[in-house]
C-alpha cells in the first residue's frame, strides 16, 4: 500500500492563529484524501486530490498536492474553535491513513 | 451518516469470548471497510470487500474474521478476544470519485476487553 507520514502529531494553536499539517510519502501517490475526525466522533471526509501541483480551497481551508505528488499539506488559515479535531490524510486504492494531526485551539 | 450503522456503539467483553460487531449500509455501496483506531497508531485497515462474496486483508487481519454474504452488511468477529483488541472499530463504505475510494465512516464501536 502506499505508506503515508503526517506531522506534526499535535499542534497547539491560540484562536486566530494559522494552522498547517503536512503529509509525505516516498513514493509517488495517485491521490490524497483529507479527512477530519472531531473528539469522539468518526472521520469526515473533506477533500480529494488527484493532479500534480493542484491547489483546492474550502473557506479557510487550503489543500495541496505537491508537483511530485509526494507530498500535501492541509492550511488552516486563523483558526476557529469549531477547528477543532484530529486532520488525517490517506491515499491509495485501499486508503492507508496517516496517524493524524491532533489540532486543540485556546480560545 | 444515517446511511451507515454500527452496533453496538459500546462492548465489554473477556478475553478468549468471541464478538461480532455489526455494520450496515442503506447506500449499496460496493466498498465496505472495517479499521481500528488506536492512541498513536491512526487508522488502521483490518479487512475490506470490493463487493458481496469478495473479501480482503487489509493491514492488521490476525485475529478477525469478515463476511460479506449480502452487499448491505459486513459484520466483524473476533473468534477469541484478546486485550489487545481493545479498541475503537470504525467500519465505512464507500462511493468512487475520480476513480478513488471515498470513505463514509459509521459512528464506531468501542471495544474494551478485559
Known amino acids: 500500500g502506499q505508506q503515508v507520514m503526517q506531522i506534526p502529531q499535535y499542534q497547539h494553536v491560540q484562536e486566530g492563529e494559522d494552522f498547517t499539517t503536512y503529509c509525505n510519502s516516498s513514493t509517488t501517490l495517485s491521490n490524497i484524501q483529507w479527512y477530519k475526525q472531531r473528539p469522539g466522533g468518526h472521520p469526515v471526509f473533506l477533500i480529494q486530490?488527484?493532479?500534480?501541483?493542484e491547489v483546492k480551497k474550502q473557506k479557510r481551508l487550503t489543500f495541496q498536492f505537491g508537483e511530485a505528488k509526494k507530498n500535501s499539506s492541509l492550511h488552516i488559515t486563523a483558526t476557529q474553535t469549531t477547528d477543532v479535531g484530529t486532520y488525517f490524510c490517506a491515499s491509495g486504492s485501499r486508503l492507508t491513513f496517516g496517524e493524524g494531526t491532533q489540532l486543540t485551539v485556546n480560545p | 451518516d444515517a446511511g451507515i450503522t454500527q452496533s453496538p456503539r459500546y462492548k465489554i467483553t473477556e478475553t478468549g469470548r468471541q464478538v461480532t460487531l455489526m455494520c450496515h449500509q442503506t447506500?449499496?455501496?460496493?466498498?465496505m471497510f472495517w479499521y481500528r483506531q488506536d492512541l498513536g497508531h491512526g487508522l488502521r485497515l483490518i479487512y475490506y470487500s470490493a463487493a458481496a462474496d469478495i473479501t480482503d486483508k487489509g493491514e492488521v487481519p490476525d485475529g478477525y474474521v469478515v463476511s460479506r454474504s449480502k452487499t448491505e452488511n459486513f459484520p466483524l468477529t473476533l473468534e477469541s478476544a484478546t486485550r489487545s483488541q481493545t479498541s475503537v472499530y470504525f467500519c465505512a463504505s464507500s462511493l468512487t470519485l475520480a476513480g478513488a475510494n471515498v470513505l463514509t465512516f459509521g459512528a464506531g464501536s468501542r471495544l474494551t476487553v478485559l
Open positions: 447506500w449499496s455501496h460496493s466498498y
Open positions: 486530490l488527484v493532479k500534480s501541483g
